[in-house]
């Protein structure tokens, strides 16, 4: 799927926002972190990179090394969180997340990452974005994405039937989440435009937020 040419109007209720390559352009530090942990590990680091994107680390490392024991995982994943946590070297906003942010002032949002409480402040901090009131963090879900669980809790937190939710997300797993859930996906990014979101743009600065005075959001996407 190409960058949506014309304008999309699409409507909603509510809108669930993922963070690392969303909001937040992390590449830099997940390719360090992750490449380090793939050597360590025997495995190609391209490979790697393919299914780690939009998931709990724990998650990840089950799709890599399935004959693993979960026990192993979590633990391993409890120390590449230290790991991302402390280093946001090179960690930016996507192209116009702020002015986003800041359009969804007043309106029922939410962030739903991957990422848990300390690694979600200090990437939105590094990038110099607020963080929403409402946020789905890993401690947040039994989970992970690419299931539904984590768009579910943040539309029910927000008081809104899935179905008028629009995600916008980035990677494989995260769509096929929001998609799962019931909900309309708009794409950000490169990554995003082969795992078939609803819409897809190259960043934030191509969506518009208008509020209806019937409680509607309406976003201009392209």
């Not at 002032?105 to 110099?128: E, F, I, K, Q, W």
């Amino acid at each position: 799927m190409t960058a949506t040419a014309a304008p999309t109007v699409l409507t909603a209720r509510a809108l669930l926002l993922d963070m690392d390559g969303t909001l937040v352009n992390s590449d830099a530090v997940v390719e360090r972190i992750w490449r380090r942990w793939a050597e360590r590990h025997g495995l190609d680091g391209d490979e790697v990179m393919k299914v780690v994107h939009g998931r709990q680390g724990h998650a990840s490392m089950a799709v890599l090394l399935p004959d693993r024991p979960v026990e192993q995982n979590l633990a391993d994943n409890a120390r590449m969180l230290a790991e991302e946590t402390a280093d946001v070297a090179g960690v930016v906003e996507i192209p116009g997340a702020s002015a986003f942010l800041a359009s969804l002032r007043g309106l029922p949002h939410a962030l739903v990452t991957s990422a848990d409480v300390a690694l979600s402040t200090a990437r939105m901090n590094a990038a110099g974005l607020p963080l929403p009131e409402v946020r789905i963090t890993a401690e947040s879900v039994g989970a992970s994405k690419p299931d539904p669980e984590g768009f579910l809790k943040g539309a029910a937190e927000l008081g809104v039937e899935p179905g008028e939710c629009v995600v916008f997300e980035d990677s494989g797993a995260g769509i096929a989440a929001g998609r799962s859930a019931g909900m309309t996906v708009v794409g950000v990014g490169a990554r995003a435009g082969v795992h078939g979101p609803d819409v897809v743009v190259p960043d934030l600065t191509g969506v518009r937020v208008e509020a209806g005075a019937d409680g509607m959001i309406r976003l201009y996407v392209g």
